[in-house]
């Protein structure tokens, strides 16, 4: 299991659109992997879970996986999520 902090760049997460491309990248992957902000550790392939994480542009958040591509899962929401926008 990895976990990797990372800083939120994505101005309008509260939109279906950048939440369905992070869904469908963690998808991609075998491991499980979830995002931990605060108290809440969202299921990072479910795209109801995502929409009710309600993460703000600039927020610190944490990225966990788990399985045997754990690292690439973490590198491609990583980059998806710090290099896209």
Avoid: H, W
Avoid at 24 to 43: E, L, P, V
Avoid at 49 to 74: H, P, R, W
């Amino acid at each position: 299991m990895i976990n990797k902090k990372i800083t939120v760049s994505i101005p309008k997460f509260d939109e279906a659109r950048p939440v369905a491309e992070i869904v469908q990248t963690a998808s991609r992957f075998a491991s499980t992997m979830y995002f931990i902000s605060g108290n809440k550790k969202i299921n990072a392939k479910s795209i109801m879970g995502m929409m009710s994480l309600g993460l703000c542009n600039d927020e610190e958040i944490e990225v966990e996986a788990d399985g045997d591509d754990e690292n690439e899962a973490v590198e491609a929401i990583v980059n998806y999520m710090t290099n896209s926008f």
